[in-house]
């Protein structure tokens, strides 16, 4: 398991070694992390609202959330869940694990060393289809769009698409507002 705790204000107070790994692995930055609000490195607004509010919720319903979601490399599909269980003095645990691989032909959307231009795209943070308007799998993005024939490809920002986000409302619409 990969494993991220966070404090009352949610700042980061732990990983332990198996996230650190997986950070090494996938390159996401290794500037330091403790003592940051997990929120600090959602950007997205959308994503930012559902995580403080899961947060929230876990906190004040002392109950555990577990999800399903994405995350993916430019190589490789990798189908994920989450469970958030609430620690002593309003903590939070994070525990994620890998569910299955699957190896895809190399991606250049996804991969973060590339030159990118001011463009954004939305990709759903749980599933991560794109949305370009209608939400769909990355590699049909590429299909419909001419992101290729540009000098630079877009950046990509996260959101949620309209299929996560009912199913996310759904899994927390019964829990008590924080």
């Not at 250049?108 to 991560?128: E, G, H, N, V």
Request: glycine share 4%.
């Amino acid at each position: 398991w990969f494993e991220l705790l966070v404090d009352a204000q949610s700042r980061i107070s732990h990983v332990n070694e198996a996230w650190l790994r997986f950070g090494r692995e996938n390159q996401l930055p290794e500037g330091q992390i403790l003592g940051r609000s997990i929120l600090d490195f959602i950007s997205d607004p959308a994503t930012h609202h559902f995580y403080a509010e899961l947060m929230a919720r876990v906190r004040h319903s002392e109950r555990s959330a577990s999800f399903p979601f994405r995350c993916d490399s430019p190589t490789v599909r990798r189908f994920m869940e989450m469970h958030m269980h609430p620690l002593s003095g309003c903590g939070v645990a994070f525990r994620s694990r890998i569910i299955r691989a699957v190896a895809r032909p190399y991606v250049a959307l996804l991969d973060p060393a590339l030159p990118r231009s001011d463009q954004f795209i939305r990709m759903c943070a749980w599933c991560k289809h794109v949305a370009i308007p209608d939400w769909v799998e990355v590699e049909r993005a590429l299909q419909l769009t001419r992101w290729f024939d540009q000098p630079r490809l877009p950046q990509l920002t996260h959101g949620i698409c309209p299929a996560c986000e009912a199913q996310m409302n759904a899994k927390i619409g019964g829990w008590p507002k924080a």
